[in-house]
């Protein structure tokens, strides 16, 4: 699995990362960076989760 970020959307809530933290991490000003390029199986439901709960629906798989 792969994800994807629009960081021209991204508004820094943190919700990602506060509730997938071994998949997203907080950049230097508070915005969301990608830990892995892929998604290691055994992270995926955590980075659905982090996924489904962006406000701002900034995150999506690539296929
Ligand atoms: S939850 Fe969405 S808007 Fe907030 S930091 Fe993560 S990607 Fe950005």
């Known amino acids: 699995m792969k ?3 629009d960081l021209d959307i991204c508004q ?4 990602c990362y506060d509730l997938a933290p071994k998949v997203f991490r907080e950049d ?3 915005y969301v960076e990608l830990i892995h390029e892929t998604v290691p ?5 955590e ?3 982090g ?3 962006c406000p701002e629906l900034a ?3 690539v296929n």
């Open 12 to 15: 820094g809530h943190g919700r």
């Open 3 to 5: 994800l994807k970020i």
């Open 28 to 30: 230097d000003r508070g």
């Open 59 to 61: 995150i999506d798989f």
């Open 47 to 49: 980075a659905r989760k």
């Open 41 to 45: 199986p055994e992270l995926e439901e």
């Open 51 to 53: 996924k489904d709960n």
